[in-house]
């Protein structure tokens, strides 16, 4: 099995976990997107409550990939972190911006 796949798979634990519905082909193509950042310890999840953090995920995903700007950027970070949970603290990237793709039906972009 391939570190991507081994990921994969974990994700999809965590994203049955909390309830979130799968589809197995947007998550990897998302997984994909994240690069080689899934496989460090700190760039594997994203710190919800560090405001450099977040204006990473809106500046480098959210608008270079996905061409969003204006409201959407924190709409999209604020409907990830509550379906993640606030007081989750394993919030894996991946996830993150899967569930970021799903609200602004930008899958076509990954799949």
């Known amino acids: 099995m391939s570190k ?3 990921k994969l798979e974990h994700y999809t634990k965590e994203m049955r976990k909390l309830g979130i519905p799968v589809n197995a082909a947007l998550l990897k193509g998302v ?3 994240c690069g080689p950042s899934i496989y460090t310890r700190d760039g594997e999840t994203v710190s919800s409550s560090s405001a ?3 204006n990473r995920v809106k500046a480098n995903f959210m608008t270079k990939k996905l061409g969003l700007s204006g409201a959407d950027l924190d709409k ?6 509550d379906k993640m949970g606030k007081g989750n603290r394993s919030k894996y990237r991946a996830i993150f911006y899967y569930l970021i793709v799903k609200k602004f039906k930008k899958d076509s972009l990954f799949v």
């Open 52 to 54: 450099s953090e977040l």
């Open 76 to 81: 999209g970070v604020a409907h990830a972190i």
């Open 31 to 33: 997984t994909k997107a």
């Open 4 to 6: 991507l796949d081994e």
